[in-house]
C-alpha cells in the first residue's frame, strides 16, 4: 500500500531564517505531488505541483519554492522566511490520470 | 474561475443530530467533487466523492449528491457521532487538470 510521510510535524522557526520541508511518497512510481498550505481560519492553497522529477508548477508567486530531486521525494523550501510564511503545509500525491489525491499528516510551521 | 463556496461553521449538533454542510460550486465543464474530513491535528482524508452528475458518494454514513441543475454537493450524515467532530472541507477538480479548487472548511462539533 501507498504511505506518505511529511517531516518535520512541527517547526518554529525565526523571521529570515531558511526553511525545508520534506515530503516522501512510498508504494508508487511517477506520482503526481503537490504542496498547499493551510493559512489560520483558511482553506487550502496550492501552492506546487510536480508531474515528475525536475518538474515544478507554481501556483503563487511569493517566497517559497519546490525541487522534486527524486521520484517519490518532494522539498518545499525558502531562504528567507516571513511571518506571513506560518501555517500548515499539506503534501499530496496521486496517480498520474487519476483525480482523488492523498494527503500526509502536514507540517505546522510557526514563524515568530 | 472555477470556485467552492461552503457554509461557515462552526456547526454545533447534539449527537445523533441530523447534518447538513452545504457546498455550492462555480466551474465550466462538469467537475469531478470531492468531501474530505480533517481531524484535529491531521491531514486531510478522503470521505467521498461523485464524478458525474446524479452521482451518489458515501462513506461511513455520509452522503452527498452531485447536484448539476443546482450546482450543489451537500454532505448529509443522519446520525452524528462526537467523533465526527473535524473539519470538512468540499472540493472540485476540472477535468483534464491537476488542481484542486478547495473550499474554506466547515468546523463540525458534536456535543455528548
Known amino acids: 500500500s501507498q504511505t506518505i510521510h511529511q517531516w518535520p510535524a512541527t517547526l518554529v522557526q525565526p523571521v529570515g531564517s531558511p526553511l525545508s520541508l520534506e515530503c516522501t511518497v512510498e508504494g508508487t512510481s511517477n506520482p503526481n505531488l503537490y504542496w498547499y498550505r493551510q493559512a489560520a481560519g483558511r482553506g487550502l492553497q496550492l501552492l506546487f505541483y510536480s508531474v515528475g522529477i525536475g518538474q515544478i508548477s507554481s501556483e503563487v508567486p511569493q517566497n517559497l519554492s519546490a525541487s522534486r530531486p527524486q521520484d517519490r521525494q518532494f522539498i518545499l523550501s525558502s531562504k528567507k522566511l516571513l511571518l506571513s510564511d506560518s501555517g500548515f503545509y499539506l503534501c499530496?500525491?496521486?496517480?498520474?490520470?487519476?483525480?482523488?489525491?492523498?494527503f500526509g499528516p502536514g507540517t505546522r510551521l510557526l514563524v515568530l | 474561475g472555477d470556485s467552492v463556496t461552503q457554509m461557515e461553521g462552526p456547526v454545533t449538533l447534539s449527537e445523533e443530530a441530523f447534518l447538513t454542510i452545504n457546498c455550492t460550486y462555480t466551474?465550466?465543464?462538469?467537475?469531478?467533487l470531492f468531501w474530505y474530513v480533517q481531524y484535529p491535528g491531521e491531514g486531510l482524508q478522503l470521505l467521498l466523492k461523485a464524478t458525474k452528475a446524479d452521482d451518489k458518494g458515501s462513506n461511513k454514513g455520509f452522503e452527498a449528491t452531485y447536484r448539476k441543475e443546482t450546482t450543489s454537493f451537500h454532505l448529509e450524515k443522519g446520525s452524528v457521532q462526537v467523533s465526527d467532530s473535524a473539519v470538512y472541507f468540499c472540493a472540485l477538480i476540472s477535468r483534464g487538470t491537476y488542481k484542486y479548487i478547495f473550499g474554506t472548511g466547515t468546523r463540525l462539533k458534536v456535543l455528548a
Open positions: 499530496a500525491w496521486s496517480n498520474g490520470g487519476q483525480e482523488t489525491q492523498y
Open positions: 466551474a465550466t465543464g462538469y467537475p469531478s
